[in-house]
Each structure stands twice: as C-alpha cells, then as structure tokens.
C-alpha cells in the first residue's frame, strides 16, 4: 500500500539548517506531484512547498520563500525540504503528502496520502 | 492571498447530519478538497474536487460548491466522525499558492 515515511526533524538552533526527507513506496512516485505541509502545535495546517511529478515546477508559501527549497529524486523514491535560516515560527511537524492524480499539474490536485509527520523544534 | 473561513466548531448529535462551511471569493470557480484530522493523527482526504470520494471513505461524506461557499456534509454522524476539518483549494491567481481553511472542529454530543 502506499506508504510515506518522513525523517530529519529534530531540535534546532534559530539560523540554522534542517533537511527533511521523506521516503516513498507502494506506488509509482515519479507520476506524481508532492506536497510538504506543516503543523504547528495546536494550529491549523499550513502548505508549505510543492513539486511536480519530474521535478519542473515548484511553488512556496510566502513564509518560507527564499528560505526552504522543495526537491525530489525519482531514482530513490525521495523527496526532500532543505529549510535554512529557520525561526522559531518554523517549529511544527511536517507531513509530507503525495497528490491524488498522476502527472497532474503541480499543486492543483487534493492530497491523496499523508505521512505521519517528523517534528522540527526551532529554539536557542 | 486568498482567505478560506470556516466556523470553528460544529456540533451534531449521532445520526444527524453536520454540515461544515468553507467560504472563499467565488470558490465555487475552484476545486475544493477537503480533510479529516483526529488528534495525535495525520490528516485524511475525505473529499476531493468538490465532490469525489477517495477509495475507503464512506457515502456518509460528501461535497458541494457553489458561489462563494463548499459545503462537507457528514450524514449519519457517527462517533468516530469527530475530529478536525479543513477545506483546501490551489489559488492560481495569484503566485500559485495552496491554501488551507481555518478548520472547523466537530463534536459528536
């Protein structure tokens, strides 16, 4: 079945780097859009980055624009979210999701399977 | 930036039927999806473009969307149904951003 599995959350000083990664299986990964999307505690949802199924087109959140950097490698099943210069309002979970339609434009389809999210902790 | 609002609770005794709102300048000229979320958990698509069901996802949820409101109706709200919801849609206006709503917490009496 299809599974995401992220990692690379931790505790992190403010200005620092984090690189998230999440793994990908049960389906054909490089068919499809993916999303990073975060939660901070007792918040809503908020989007963060997406990525279209060959890696062409990527598009961010204000938030994070210029500081968070979405990418993917088809051959290891992967998709990555380098984040620097991080903030305390970057502490949350993030969950990583894959989209609903294959080869679909980037960003337009629903969030068909989500990970169970990996934490970042942004704190001095 | 585009804005969802959602009311942040609803309450719905068990059988009845909860109706949760998303409204947005002309959503109804956008494809809506939307998500459940039960707490410690990642959240679930129950319904995406407006109204399709994802495989797994009982009758009991559906979508509609019109004008400047969708609409996630639960029909025979059962216990297990409370949890978080959010609307989201892909704003393409402006610089392609994806926007999640507000979230509406529903409470099973």
């Known amino acids: 079945q299809v599974q995401l599995v992220e990692s690379g959350g931790g505790v992190v000083q403010p200005g620092r780097s984090l690189r998230l990664s999440c793994a990908a299986s049960?389906?054909?990964?490089?068919?499809?859009?993916m999303h990073w999307v975060r939660q901070a505690p007792g918040k809503g949802l908020e989007w963060v980055a997406v990525?279209?199924?060959?890696?062409?087109?990527?598009y961010y959140a204000d938030s994070v624009k210029g500081r968070f950097t979405i990418s993917r490698d088809n051959s290891k099943n992967t998709l990555y979210l380098q984040m620097n210069s991080l903030r305390a309002e970057d502490t949350a979970v993030y969950y990583c999701?894959?989209?609903?339609?294959?080869?679909?434009?980037?960003?337009?389809?629903?969030?068909?399977?989500w990970g169970q999210g990996t934490t970042v902790t942004v704190s001095s | 930036s585009y804005v969802l609002t959602q009311p942040p609770s609803v309450s719905v005794a068990p059988g009845q039927t909860a109706r949760i709102t998303c409204g947005g300048n002309?959503?109804?000229?956008?494809?809506v999806h939307w998500y459940q979320q039960k707490p410690g958990q990642a959240p679930v698509l129950v319904v995406y473009?407006?109204?399709d069901r994802p495989s797994g996802i009982p009758e009991r949820f559906s979508g509609s969307n019109s004008g400047n409101t969708a609409t996630l109706t639960i029909s025979r709200v059962e216990a297990g149904d409370e949890a978080d919801y959010y609307c989201?849609?892909?704003?393409?206006?402006?610089?392609?951003?994806?926007?999640f709503g507000t979230g509406t917490k529903v409470t099973v009496l």
């Open positions: 049960g389906f054909t990964f490089s068919s499809y859009g």
């Open positions: 473009d407006d109204s």
């Open positions: 989201q849609v892909w704003d393409s206006s402006s610089d392609h951003q994806c926007v």
């Open positions: 990525i279209s199924y060959d890696g062409s087109n990527k």
């Open positions: 999701a894959n989209e609903v339609t294959s080869i679909a434009a980037a960003g337009t389809d629903g969030m068909d399977v």
């Open positions: 002309n959503i109804g000229s956008k494809s």
